[in-house]
């Protein structure tokens, strides 16, 4: 190997140890299925669920600095108040149509996705993705 062989690849790797301590540090976002950290009533409506329906998937509970897709609004989820989950096979309309007669807050289904969103927000309903 010539000296500057060398030297050319010791300069590269300098250049390249410079751009990767110069690149923004990139904050891993912290997420969770967990139910503990959900309020009284979106359990209890999951619970209700459960032994109507049968069990369901937990996708998403707490979500840090979660926001609203298009809006920039904060989400329930950026303080575990709202829960993603998909329901028992075959039993997406009756949980839904269940939900939107007794639930009390926010209910949103996402049939592209297979799963509901239930909250303690405002008593809100919507419909994605149909």
Known sequence: MSYFTARRGALALLLAASLVAAAPAVEAKSYSTSESCLPSSVKSALGSIRSRYGSIQVVSSYR???TIRGTGKRSHHANCRAVDFVPPKGKYGSVARW????????????????????DNGANMRWSKCR
Do not use: D, K, R, S
Not at 99 to 118: D, K
């Open 99 to 118: 939900l939107y007669a007794n639930f009390e807050g926010g209910v949103g289904t996402y049939t592209c996705m297979n799963h509901i969103h239930i």
């Open 64 to 66: 840090q600095g979660a």
